[in-house]
């Protein structure tokens, strides 16, 4: 799509599309890592998808980001939303939002390589705790 096209899709549009994404990452993932049970995907996959795990995952890349991603991060962490999950912080459910209309958007505009970047950032953070 081109950036004007991009730009017409609100907040939540993008964190749409960035939730898709992010858990498809995160899916591919822990199948490379050789998780092989239906069962131990599904349960490693929420666990890495939920609100407070994208939170986290935002504070580890927020330093890598440039002031373009920064604002769109911003913009979707500071979007209104109707509902919280039932176990996640609204603080958490802010910064996951943010992340996934990062990821919505830089996917839209077909900004492959930086997902692949900041999603290694991630997933080499979890391995570091």
Known sequence: MSPQEVNRISMLGLAHVGDGVYELLNRSFLCRE????VQELHRLTVARVCARAQARAAETILPLLNEEELAIYRRGRNTHVNSVP???SLADYHA???LEALFGWLYLL???ERIDALFTA???ADHAT
């Open 110 to 112: 077909g900004r492959t």
């Open 34 to 37: 050789g998780h092989t049970g």
């Open 96 to 98: 996951a939002t943010g």
């Open 122 to 124: 991630i997933t080499e």
């Open 86 to 88: 039932h176990n996640g």
